[in-house]
């Protein structure tokens, strides 16, 4: 990641316009942070400004609306993401972690995606929402299917077509998503459980309660947003270590370093690269005029090593501090699921390293990542381990 964003930095400047794709994009820390942070001049909500805004609407979460919305959206998902509901899970996670690598400790070898990081986040978000965890291989089509991981090849056709075939995908994703969780919301209704669906129909703001457009674009974030990524986050790991194979000996000294670990490889190598927001007013940046309506794109990834920002950005340093990368974004859109996340690496991660030793990547396959222009992550990662 290093080399192409420092490649595109130097050689096209900090603010481009894609006249072609019809968006703007930066790409240093400094305006990405910006980005996030100034939300009256940068909305995340597209349907404002869109030429067909119906097709947004029906994708309308928490992470696409602006306040007053968001800000009441927020403080009622919240709750059930607090740091103390979130350290609860631990143990849960634990066993479930354990489970997994019981599958496959006598085999020498394993799949992390398929075997571990696919399925953990999986499951325990299948267990806060309250659908059934067998349903997995579905999710996981949908994923695919929402971060446009298999259509690349499109980009060497045209830009046009790319975004058309795009459309048509997610908007086919989102209908068999809402279709589910329409079925989950029906029953939930009947029978309320304990979880999250069942808190989300019982929540009201000033009196009023969610939408059902509201409750299902909400579940579909968590069941898409919340897997890739952690999923994405656990494989990233795995090569940033086999990589560095120092940081194995260091972590296996010093296990207490794992937290520090997981937020260098959240900088070096982003589960999420970009961060999209559109412009309320024309603005002015490093001497180009960005007009109203537009659309502009962070890149979280090139931010992530920026030099003014992170001295030898380059160098994969465990303990580098202090280290404010951009991975969950900032701001009042920052990750909600960050503290999940970074609970649920940090226990599959010390779990396997306690188990298993010697942990390699099979070099006889090669890495394949995922072909998304929004998500960074290994499709497999074959290791062997004793
Ligand atoms: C927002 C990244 C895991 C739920 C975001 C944003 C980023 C991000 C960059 C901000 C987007 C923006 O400002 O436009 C990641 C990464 C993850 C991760 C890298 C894993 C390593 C999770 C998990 C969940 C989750 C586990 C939930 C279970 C959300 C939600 C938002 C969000 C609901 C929207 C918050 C808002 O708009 O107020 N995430 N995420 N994420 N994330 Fe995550």
Not at 25 to 39: G, K, P, Q, R, T
Not at 88 to 100: C, K, V, W, Y
Not at 254 to 282: F, G, H, K, N
Not at 314 to 330: M, Y
Request: net charge negative.
């Amino acid at each position: 990641p290093y080399a192409s964003f420092t490649a595109l930095r130097t050689a096209s400047g900090p603010v481009v316009h894609n006249e072609k794709a019809r968006f703007w994009e930066v790409f240093e820390y400094d305006d990405v942070l910006m980005l996030a942070s100034e939300h009256e001049t940068f909305s995340s909500d597209g349907s404002k400004f869109a030429d067909h805004p119906e097709e947004f609407i029906k994708a309308q979460s928490i992470l696409t609306t602006d306040p007053p919305r968001h800000r009441q959206l927020r403080s009622l998902v919240s709750q059930a993401f607090t740091p103390r509901a979130i350290a609860s899970m631990a143990p849960r996670i634990a066993e479930i972690t354990h489970d997994l690598l019981d599958h496959v400790v006598g085999q020498g070898s394993m799949d992390i995606i398929t075997d571990l990081s696919y399925p953990l986040p999986v499951i325990v978000i299948s267990e806060l929402l309250g659908v059934p965890a067998e349903d997995r291989a579905q999710f996981k089509r949908w994923s695919d299917d929402m971060v446009f991981s298999e259509y690349d090849e499109l980009t060497a056709i045209n830009v046009e077509e790319y975004n058309e075939r795009m459309r048509q995908v997610i908007r086919r994703t989102l209908d068999e998503l809402y279709d589910y969780f329409r079925i989950v919301l029906a029953e939930r209704r009947l029978q309320p459980c304990q979880d999250l669906v069942s808190e989300l129909l019982a929540a009201r703001i000033e009196g009023q309660s969610l939408s059902e457009a509201e409750i299902l674009a909400f579940c579909t974030l968590l069941l898409i947003a919340g897997n890739i990524t952690t999923t994405n986050l656990i494989g990233n790991a795995l090569l940033c270590f086999d990589e560095h194979p120092e940081t194995m000996d260091q972590l296996a000294e010093r296990p207490d370093l794992l937290p520090q670990a997981i937020e260098e490889v959240l900088r070096y190598r982003s589960p999420a690269l970009l961060l999209a927001r559109y412009t309320t007013r024309d603005v002015e940046l490093h001497g180009q005029t960005i007009p109203c309506g537009q659309m502009i794109l962070g890149w979280i990834a090139s931010a992530n090593f920026d030099p003014q920002q992170f001295p030898h950005p380059e160098a994969f340093d465990i303990t580098r501090s202090p280290n404010r990368h951009l991975a969950f974004g900032h701001g009042i859109h920052f990750c909600l699921g960050a503290p999940l996340a970074r609970l649920e690496a940090k226990i599959a991660l010390s779990i396997l390293l306690e188990r298993f030793q010697q942990i390699r990547r099979n070099r006889e396959q090669p890495v394949e990542t995922i072909h998304s222009a929004f998500i960074l992550g290994p499709k497999h990662c074959p290791v062997t381990f004793k």
